[in-house]
């Protein structure tokens, strides 16, 4: 198993693009997450999803949106790029059935600069 | 907010115990313990986790006061490599977001030769 796998790794955005960090997990796991943690600081949670078709805002929605259309993938979309939105942003996912130890799985990160 | 606190920093040397200290006073009777690690710039890893009982595994051990309002991790024999950032976090024990992970800053461990 690959785990969870984040792409790019790296990027550096202008003010006001867009784009989409790509989140992919091969271990069925039903909960995905999406956390950005800025310099110093502990992860913020952005957006997680309960299962395919099912999004829900975490503590720090706003500039973001999510879809999740099937198991496997959980992109992060950035519409309208600002320098605040520099950060590094980590993808994870829990199994929650079966056993749910409340692990979480996460990716390397993608680490965005915003100029 | 996080709801436990952590010191912002220890060190510990290399070969001996060390001891992360973590506070949790307002932790619910099915909230959970759960101690992450973030080395450098990698994503966390998980280490251990509890609700009453004290808990051991191939990498820590995780000690639960009897009012649940505190607890430590131990890493009976840090080597370098455990110099990490360490994240305290309580959790509710069902899903939705209740079950969420939310990290405070954590505690910087410095294993030092």
């Known amino acids: 198993n690959a785990g969870v796998t984040q792409t790019p790794k790296f990027r550096i955005l202008k003010i006001g693009q867009s784009m989409t960090l790509q989140c992919a997990q091969d271990m069925n796991h039903n909960y995905m997450y999406w956390y950005r943690q800025d310099p110093g600081m502990g992860l913020k949670l952005i957006y997680y999803?309960?299962?395919?078709?099912?999004?829900d805002k975490g503590e720090v929605p706003n500039g973001y949106n999510v879809s999740r259309s099937t198991t496997e993938y959980f992109p992060l979309r950035l519409e309208l790029a600002a320098p605040s939105q520099t950060s590094v942003y980590f993808c994870?996912?829990?199994?929650?059935?079966?056993?749910?130890?409340?692990?979480?799985?996460f990716g390397e990160g993608s680490r965005l600069t915003v100029l | 907010d996080a709801k436990t606190t952590q010191p912002p920093s220890m060190d510990c040397a290399e070969g001996r115990a060390a001891n992360l200290p973590c506070n949790h006073s307002?932790?619910?009777?099915?909230?959970?313990v759960y101690w992450y690690r973030q080395i450098h710039s990698q994503g966390p890893q998980y280490i251990i986790h509890?609700?009453?009982n004290n808990e051991t595994n191939e990498m820590a051990s995780l000690i639960i006061t009897e009012d649940r309002k505190s607890s430590t991790l131990i890493l009976p024999h840090a080597t370098l490599r455990d110099t990490a950032v360490y994240y305290c976090i309580v959790r509710a024990s069902y899903g939705g977001s209740q079950g969420n992970l939310i990290f405070g800053k954590g505690t910087k461990l410095s294993v030092k030769p």
């Open positions: 509890g609700l009453k």
């Open positions: 307002t932790i619910s009777g099915n909230e959970y």
């Open positions: 994870a996912s829990r199994l929650t059935s079966g056993g749910d130890t409340g692990e979480l799985f």
């Open positions: 999803s309960v299962g395919a078709g099912i999004t």
